[in-house]
């Protein structure tokens, strides 16, 4: 199977910082990657969808100022959450997914990565 | 919301037993796909499946689809301690190219 990586796997920052995280496929051209935020005991909840070279489309209710997302080349995609406060302290989660089914691939295969714990103090 | 929900919310169960959990969904789909999390790690894809299949088969689980009422059931036979974890449900819009993760499922497996 493909693989996605994020990075950092866990990152701890003070209220009011902002904090970059990186989804990257690494065996595959992602043409659409996905972010989702997950609170503990929770399910996964989208937040956006990315598309390579185009603006990112928000969920309902996802501040698109606080939760900046890049997708500049076909194997990157960026979440900076901006001014971090203890409220935004959750389990971050992207997927990448290519949709045109280049290489054989499955259009309908989505990869995630292992998750990005995020603990604002 | 286009979150899906699943059934029972929580599960505990003695080693051997067989394990049914549901989700039901809201929109068209173009598949169905259960996954499974272990406490503060990523997921695991266990198996898909599509809008016009009815019931699929992968080692001890057994996935089934209903289209018509919008719904589907994860069943773990024989299962194991190490089953212990949540498992959710994610559809596959149709016309879209979005994952909507149902609200999960939390098994205990007994030893």
């Known amino acids: 199977g493909a693989v996605v990586s994020q990075h950092p796997s866990w990152v701890i920052c003070k209220s009011g910082t902002s904090v970059k995280i990186e989804c990257r496929s690494l065996?595959?051209?992602?043409?659409?990657m996905f972010w989702y935020r997950q609170f503990p005991k929770q399910s996964l909840m989208l937040m956006a969808t990315?598309?390579?070279?185009?603006?990112?489309?928000?969920e309902q209710g996802v501040e698109k100022d606080k939760f900046l997302i890049n997708h500049a080349s076909l194997t990157l995609s960026t979440l900076t959450v901006t001014s971090a406060h203890p409220e935004d302290s959750s389990f971050y989660i992207c997927?990448?997914?290519?949709?045109?089914?280049?290489?054989?691939?499955?259009?309908?295969?989505?990869?995630f990565g292992p998750g990005t714990r995020l603990t604002v103090l | 919301s286009q979150q899906g929900e699943e059934d029972p919310q929580a599960l505990s169960i003695q080693e051997g037993e067989n394990a049914t959990m549901n989700c039901s969904y809201k929109t068209s789909i173009n598949n169905l796909q259960w996954y499974r999390q272990n406490s503060g790690r990523g997921l695991v894809h266990l198996i898909l499946?599509?809008?016009?299949?009815r019931e699929k088969h992968s080692g001890r689980l057994r996935v089934t689809l209903d289209t018509s009422k919008k719904s589907s059931s994860l069943l773990i036979t024989a299962s194991r301690a190490a089953d212990t974890a949540s498992y959710f449900c994610a559809t596959d819009e149709l016309g879209g190219n979005q994952f909507y993760f149902g609200t999960g499922t939390s098994l205990t497996v007994i030893p």
């Open positions: 997927s990448a997914r290519d949709i045109r089914g280049l290489a054989g691939r499955l259009r309908d295969e989505q990869f």
């Open positions: 499946i599509r809008s016009n299949e």
């Open positions: 065996d595959f051209q992602a043409t659409t």
């Open positions: 990315s598309n390579e070279g185009s603006k990112a489309t928000y």
